[in-house]
């Protein structure tokens, strides 16, 4: 009885990636935590004080500005490392 061909290619290994670890770059963190503390604090500040005479101006483009400090800080977040 003939042998069955065995396989003369070797097994597909992936190229081997570098090891190096990324840092987050030192600013990153404190900037991410000031963001969300300005957000939720700009948005409780002027549901504390609405009249305030910045704050009454803007009306309800408060709960915007103070969103967009909140998602900044999470769009931060993913850069993170």
Known sequence: MPKSNTR???V???P???QQVKVSP???APVMVAAWIIG???I???YIAPTMPFLSTLSNWNL???FGFIIFGVVLSTRWR
């Open 26 to 28: 030192r600013w990153l």
């Open 8 to 10: 003369k290619k070797a």
């Open 64 to 66: 915007l500005i103070g």
């Open 40 to 42: 939720i604090l700009w």
């Open 12 to 14: 597909y290994t992936p």
């Open 16 to 18: 081997q990636k570098s």
């Open 44 to 46: 409780a500040l002027f």
